[in-house]
DNA sequence: GGTCCAGCCTAACCCCGGCTGAAGCAGATC
DNA sequence: GATCTGCTTCAGCCGGGGTTAGGCTGGACC
């Protein structure tokens, strides 16, 4: 069921009611007075009811009925007009609700802190996280329940845009008591012999195997597993060493075991972390106060697990 | 400021939100397709952000700004809409404000019980009473600050219409201890060597002086006053006779004297009680209702000022 | 009481905006 | 690669709402 009037009618209802005389609402709103005759006609034909009667040279006045309508017909458009404050404020301040992503492999170190700092900067916005592989945030990208994403610069598809925040190297993870445990620094190969453990999530497995492929080199790949935890405890427990661009906080594994991360060198690519954010959208300040707010905090001075170096005990 | 949006397009973004694309909403509400994506184009463009992000084959779906923009469509249609359902209420339940008018000579006997028992039968009637001489009360109608008056049928302008209630012939008002305290009925001709009080009120003086003036006779105006209770003390204290169309429940005057009220015969035409109303408007069921209300309630078995005799306390 | 004036309504016309079907285009699907 | 889906663009139609001009009614004023 269409609504069968319309706003500027409404309008003109009440600037009538406010007025008490078509002609000067008509002056004041600078229409001319038949627009405003026709309108309230119309209104008074729809509702089958008389909002105003007619006092010939001396303008009109609300009815009973007319006055209950005039007062209900204000806060329409009292709240319709607020959809205009409602638009300037997303566009002009920090406010309601942001959805953010995180490759799940670095969500745990990075993405609470960052929400963390923006939050305390920006209380009135409702921040929602989520966690996924970097096919799954694409898809939540366009799909339009992330406005933000976290993660490597990937196989961006054209339809999505990448802003770099960081650089990451590549670190060989391995047990202290592995034989390469003690070297300043390691190729792909020196590690290639060993056995390895594949963090084996969708893309960022074909960038680990692309530091060998590069070298015309092919690991051993013992392991598989597409959880962080679980490949640093399978290091630790000496199952072999595995690839990571990121440090935990401790240097041990989830059970205890202590880890040793060696820069990797020589034909390997580093990875960029960034944001991922939909093309070509006009953003919304909230949006563009996060994306700010990332540039600024994803340092290695501020993220120690974004310093390179040896050892993070160090 | 105008608003620079419809509520029909607001009408096709909550019906593309709630179905996800343009194509099954415009199924479901019988538009073309272009016509809501004309629409959705032009909110985006009015209010300067992203509604909906598109998914090419696969719809449309809200972006966080477009869902606070959704949510707060939704409540500005639902407030609209409400706009029919009071119009439907006023027409069709007898509720909301009703202002009505009584004529001061007589609005203290009639009004209050007859606010009384319509109120009680509709307890959602606001209702508001004011009193006036009969040119004040033709003046509110017309402004509609009265929706209807209790009257007499005295020069009923042609834009007023009158409903007859009851037919009221005069009495004269006597003192206890005037000569003609004691007649069964009086004829103007009796009266008029005596001195007389003359309520006057526009309209009802001329009526009553009409009463001598139909029998070629004139008058003794002694005193006149535009207070029912004043004129009823005075002749109480012996200043003179007086002519009125109803009478009081005590049959005492305001300080305490006997009054006579004796029916006048002969050449007098009883005065109509009835209710004016804006001639033409179709009314509301509220003051349809209270015009039947009124014909029920005035009758002389139900109210005892309306009810002819000799002497109230009879 | 005649004249003037104020203010609403009607008439005639115009134009922008919204609606439509058809065609175009970009991704999704297989 | 072919097909399908679904949004958008295009061209054209139509009507609602805009305008000015003029008629009508009732109040105001001399």
């Known amino acids: 069921m269409p609504l069968r009037f319309t706003l500027r009618q409404l309008e003109y209802l009440v600037a009538v009611g406010e007025a008490g005389s078509i002609a000067v609402a008509a002056e004041r709103i600078n229409v001319s007075s038949p627009s405003i005759s026709a309108a309230i006609a119309h209104l008074e ?11 010939h040279a001396q303008g009109l006045s609300l009815t009973s009925a007319g006055r209950q309508m005039f007062d209900h017909a204000r806060q329409v458009l009292a709240q319709a007009g607020q959809l205009n404050d409602l638009a300037a404020s997303i566009t002009q301040t920090v406010q309601g609700p942001l959805h953010v992503g995180g490759l799940i492999t670095f969500a745990q170190v990075i993405l609470p802190q960052l929400r963390r700092s923006f939050t ?52 060989a993870v391995l047990p202290a008591s592995h034989p390469l445990a003690a070297q300043a620094s390691l190729t792909p190969q020196d590690l290639a012999p060993h056995p390895m453990v ?21 690991p051993r790949i013992v392991e598989r597993t597409r959880d962080m935890g679980v490949m640093q405890s399978l290091v630790g427990q000496g199952f072999g060493y595995s690839i990571a661009n990121i440090r935990p906080w401790s240097g041990r594994s989830p059970d205890g075991q202590p880890l040793r991360f060696v820069p990797l060198t020589g034909e390997v690519r580093p990875m960029q972390l960034g944001l991922i954010l939909p093309a070509g959208a006009q953003s919304s300040l909230t949006l563009r106060s996060f994306v700010a707010h990332c540039r600024a905090q994803l340092t290695p001075e501020k993220v120690r697990s974004l310093r390179p170096g040896i050892d993070p005990e160090a």
């Open 45 to 55: 034909q729809e509702f089958g009811l008389q909002l105003f009667v007619r006092r």
């Open 120 to 171: 305390d900067l920006h209380p009135q916005v409702d921040f929602h996280q989520s966690e996924g592989d970097q096919p799954e945030l694409y898809d939540r990208l366009r799909n339009a329940r992330l406005d933000a994403a976290l993660g490597y610069d990937l196989d961006i598809p054209a339809d999505l845009a990448f802003v770099p925040l960081a650089s990451l190297t590549p670190y």
């Open 198 to 218: 594949l963090l084996d999530l969708p893309l960022s497995a074909d960038y680990f195997l692309s530091c060998f492929h590069a070298a015309g080199l092919k």
